[in-house]
Nanobody, 116 residues
Framework: QVQLVESGGGLVQPGGSLRLSCAAS????????MGWYRQAPGKERELVAT???????NYADFVKGRFTISRDNAKNTVYLQMNSLKPEDTAVYYC??????????WGQGTQVTVSS
């Protein structure tokens, strides 16, 4: 049993910053990758950023240059630093973890609202 606990969401004005955190706990053997996805009203859930246990990162085009994903493998924790936030970034952000070999886990989501 694996639990993903997210924190850091909230309300911020356009141009502001937030830092999301997600810690995995429970029966963890090997985490292959962790990442962030988001879902806004009327839209499908979409990938924001991922990072492998080796440190390789992948970003969606709409966040490149603004968001940075990082991780602490020893603590099975992933972070998402979000800068220059736009109203279009408003969504529920979900933490995701893939454990060896192909087991997927999701957090409950944290609301990020960008509004003036």
């Amino acid at each position: 049993q694996v639990q993903l606990v997210e924190s850091g969401g909230g309300l911020v004005q356009p141009g502001g910053s937030l830092r999301l955190s997600c810690a995995a706990s429970g029966r963890i053997f090997r985490v292959n990758a962790m990442g962030w996805y988001r879902q806004a009203p009327g839209k499908e859930r979409e990938l924001v950023a991922t990072i492998t246990s080796g440190g390789f990162t992948n970003y969606a085009d709409f966040v490149k240059g603004r968001f940075t994903i990082s991780r602490d493998n020893a603590k099975n924790t992933v972070y998402l630093q979000m800068n220059s936030l736009k109203p279009e970034d408003t969504a529920v952000y979900y933490c995701h973890a893939r454990l060896w070999p192909t087991y997927d886990y999701w957090g409950q989501g944290t609301q990020v609202t960008v509004s003036s």
